[in-house]
Structure formats: structure tokens, C-alpha cells
């Protein structure tokens, strides 16, 4: 490839172990293709570990690495200091406490570098303390913990969030889609289109595109009223509707509200009701470490003990066991 022509962007990819590899890769290959459709480097990356050692990713294939924290810390000053810091993380990030790495965000920030988060980036960032009052972006699974964990970011289940020079994405695709936003930063349609051409994408999906699948596909239910219904609960977990307040809100009877139930989900509308919170409540207490108590009141449950029984009625084991003896990794 022919090295003519400014670079537009000098990039750092921190590998955090257990990476997700399908949203690493969708945010570097955007950047090889604006690249080669160019012909000269635009775009500039190097992957950085703690200890410059190789990471392993999620689905265990282990990633080398070019640099360590120490050495980017160091690069801050001079003349290889990158444009971009992202932060490249997945599976386990709720017990992830990297002292130096936090530092090297805030010194990053502090001279204005743009940073972001892959996946569960956003973690390693609000621990960092850059997210206060910040709009970010996370995987509707991690939305949960996170928003208990970190109540002053302002965080969404949307595709991705540019908010001044944070940049996040909920992972998966969604990295595709924030490295395009950002070569349309930096560049003009035409490039943006030949980019997407050569990925086989006919579009950059916008922040707000929806994360998970409509109701109506993700459950298999056709009922609007049924829909309508979950919808209520799913918006009421903390605070749940009484089934004649719910079935008030769709114009329906208590009696009409547990017909459509049995005939479309094959249960009572307070079973599924149930079973929705006590789903929140696992999330909670795999991606947070608020008191089990916490969790059992951010999830409807008036009392510990009636939360400890229902769970158990369901999953077979006790949310202490669920949580079971999580360690904190907390690095020098």
C-alpha cells in the first residue's frame, strides 16, 4: 500500500482480555478498507495489552499485541502520541479494575484525545470517571448492571453514541457502524460509500436503530394487546402494575388480559411479569455488585426473602449462588 498522503488518524486499540473478536473486528476492518480504497495509510492503528503480552478474546483465539500501557504512556508526549484511544473489552468486564489503564484514559482525556469503547468499553471508561453526565452506548444485556453501577452516565441500548470525544458502541455490528460514522467524520460520501461497498453493507445505520429484534419477532407474538401489555411491564420493573392497572391500559379486562396470556405465551400475564423481572435481577447480579437486597427492590421484590424464593423457584439456585465468589481483578 502506498504510504503518500496525510494521516488522518493515529489509533490505539487496548485489548482487555475476554475481548469480543466480532467487535474488534468490525471496527478495524472499516478502517483497512477506507484505507486501501485511498491507496496510502489514512488510518494507523497499533494494539496495546497491559504488559504487551498476547490477549486472548472470548472465543479463545489470542490476539498479539505491538505495545503496553507503559509505553503509550510514555508515547503521550512525543511525537507517536495516537489521535484515538478505544478500548476493546467484552465477557467479564464487571470485575475488570485496571488501575493503569484508568490513569491512561484520564491523562488521554486530559489532552484532549479522543477515546472509545467497544462492547463493554463503557465500563472501563465510567471507571475512569469520563462518562459522568455522558451519553454512551452498551449492549441491551449490560444496560441493566451498568445504569445500577454508574447512575451519573447517561447510557442508552442504542447502536452507538458520539458524545464530544467519547465515542462507545454496544459491540457486535454496531462497531461497523460507529468506525463508519467516523470515516464520514473525516471524509467525504464518496469515500464512505466505496467503503461500504466493498463491506457489503447498503447503509450506516443511525445511533437509534434498535439493538434487539421488535417484540413481535424476538417473542413470536402476533396480539397487539399481548404486545402492548409486555411492553408495560418491561417499562415497570422496579414499580410493577398491578394486571388490573395493566389491563386498564389496554383498554381489556383482568379476565380478557389472562385469556390472551394463556392462548400466546402459555402462561398467566403475573408469570411472565415474574419471570421478566427475575431475568432483569440475574443480569443485575452477574453485571453489578450491588447488595443482593438492592437488586431484589431495582427488580419489583419487596422483601429478600421472597426474591431468594422466587429465584430459586426459577433458576434452581439462590442469587447468592448465582453471584457465587466473584473476585475483583484489581491490577497494580
Known amino acids: ?7 488522518k488518524r493515529s489509533i490505539v486499540f487496548f485489548m482487555v482480555p475476554e475481548f469480543t473478536m466480532m467487535a474488534f473486528a468490525s471496527a478495524l476492518e472499516p478502517l483497512r478498507a477506507a484505507n486501501r480504497m485511498l491507496g496510502h495509510d489514512a488510518y494507523r492503528w497499533r494494539l496495546a495489552s497491559l504488559d504487551g503480552r498476547p490477549v486472548q478474546a472470548s472465543n479463545g483465539v489470542e490476539c498479539h499485541v505491538d505495545t503496553s500501557i507503559e509505553d503509550e504512556r510514555r508515547k503521550l508526549a512525543g511525537p507517536d502520541r495516537p489521535s484515538m484511544v478505544i478500548v476493546c473489552s467484552g465477557l467479564g468486564i464487571e470485575t475488570y479494575q485496571p ?4 490513569t491512561l484514559l484520564r491523562e488521554v482525556n486530559s489532552r484532549k ?7 463493554t468499553g463503557a465500563y472501563v471508561l465510567a471507571r475512569a470517571g469520563l462518562l459522568a453526565g455522558r451519553r454512551c452506548a452498551l449492549h441491551w444485556e449490560n444496560l441493566a448492571g451498568f445504569s445500577e453501577t454508574f ?10 453514541e458520539v458524545d464530544g470525544t467519547i465515542y462507545t458502541c454496544a459491540g457486535g ?14 471524509f467525504d460520501e464518496a469515500l464512505l460509500g466505496r467503503v461500504c461497498e466493498q463491506l457489503l453493507t447498503d447503509r450506516i445505520r443511525s445511533p437509534g436503530d434498535r439493538q434487539r429484534l421488535p417484540l413481535r419477532a424476538r417473542l413470536g407474538v402476533q396480539n397487539p394487546k399481548v404486545l402492548s401489555v409486555i411492553e408495560l411491564m418491561e417499562a415497570n420493573l422496579a414499580e410493577p402494575l398491578s394486571l388490573a392497572g395493566l389491563a386498564a391500559h389496554v383498554g381489556l379486562s383482568r379476565r380478557q388480559i389472562e385469556r390472551l396470556f394463556d392462548r400466546e405465551m402459555g402462561r398467566s400475564p403475573a408469570r411472565y411479569y415474574l419471570e421478566i423481572r427475575l431475568d432483569r435481577a440475574r443480569h443485575l447480579l452477574m453485571q453489578s455488585s450491588l447488595p443482593v437486597i438492592e437488586v431484589a427492590v431495582a427488580c419489583g421484590f419487596v422483601s429478600a426473602s421472597h426474591f431468594a424464593k422466587c429465584y430459586r423457584e426459577l433458576y434452581a439456585l439462590s442469587p447468592h449462588e448465582e453471584r457465587g465468589e466473584r473476585k475483583v481483578l484489581v491490577l497494580p
Request: negative net charge; proline residues 5%.
Open 173 to 186: 455490528t454496531a462497531a461497523l457502524d460507529m468506525m463508519l460514522h467516523l470515516i464520514g467524520e473525516d
Open 113 to 119: 484525545i479522543a477515546i472509545g469503547g467497544l462492547c
Open 1 to 7: 500500500m502506498s504510504q503518500v498522503g496525510a494521516v
Open 151 to 160: 447512575p451519573s452516565a447517561d447510557a442508552y441500548a442504542d447502536l452507538f
Open 99 to 102: 488501575k493503569p489503564v484508568l
